[in-house]
């Protein structure tokens, strides 16, 4: 792995949502949600596998967040605070753990602005982000 890289590797999909691992030189920060893949429909699918430029971003909604650039055929990617599915519009949402919280038999991220305020104090104002799979989600 190469340093200022941080990866996320996604390792599980339904029909509700995608899952992955962060990692950041070497170390394990934490656990991701996203929409399930639905070739890049924007507001329905998670984004496509890729490398892209970060930057640290103020949003209007979600405060302190990650932008995402250059996502092919959407805009306004972040990664940002949330815990249920229902909080991303194809974005990416970082948490401590995977767990159904609500109880509606979906698995949660824990812990997410507690783990957003992490990230913004571990990774660079510019970093790559390199989004990858485990299993084949096709």
Known sequence: MVDDIL???RFEQDTKQTLGRLMFNGKNLGFTMELP???NTKRMSCIPNGDYKVI???SPEFGASFWVQDVPDRSEI???YGNFNRNTLGCILPGGWIKDIDG???KDVTESNAKMKELYGILPDIFTISIAT???FN
Do not use: C, P
Request: avoid cysteine.
């Open 56 to 58: 640290k971003h103020n």
């Open 104 to 106: 509606d038999g979906n």
């Open 78 to 80: 972040l990664i940002h």
């Open 134 to 136: 485990e299993i084949d």
């Open 37 to 39: 893949w639905k070739a």
């Open 7 to 9: 990866y996320l590797v």
